[in-house]
């Protein structure tokens, strides 16, 4: 039952990001103000509760991401994702890459 609910949310949250892209993409300009105006907010949101999940203990190490047996400093992809998506400069970042800009595709766990 679990690998049923974890799919189903799974597909869902993806299904939401897919739309999401499109209407950010394709829609007027009026209809992408009321996207801004109701979607920021709701995803800004999102990234503070995922980021508190992952705050590092007093040691530094990510709560989520470290395991007991694990003795060094654990870094947090998390971390390191906003950062790359929230702070750095997409355009210094794709020139760097090589240019492989866009949606990104989620493995399956």
Same mark, same amino acid.
């Given at each position: 039952?679990?690998?049923?609910?974890?799919?189903?949310? @799974?597909? !869902?949250v993806l299904t939401r990001l897919d739309y999401l892209d499109s209407l950010a993409r394709d829609a007027d300009e009026p209809s992408k103000a009321v996207l801004a105006d109701t979607v920021i907010s709701r995803l800004t949101a999102a990234w503070r509760e995922l980021l508190a999940a992952h705050e590092p203990d007093h040691r530094g190490r990510c709560r989520a991401c470290a395991t007991r047996w694990a003795l060094r400093r654990a870094e947090c992809s998390v971390w390191r994702t906003a950062h790359r998506h929230l702070v750095t400069d997409p355009v210094r970042q794709s020139a760097t @890459?090589?240019?492989? !800009?866009g949606r990104h595709?989620? @493995?399956s766990a």
């Open positions: 039952m679990d690998e049923v609910l974890n799919s189903t949310l @799974r597909t !869902a @890459r090589g240019g492989s !800009a595709q989620l @493995r």
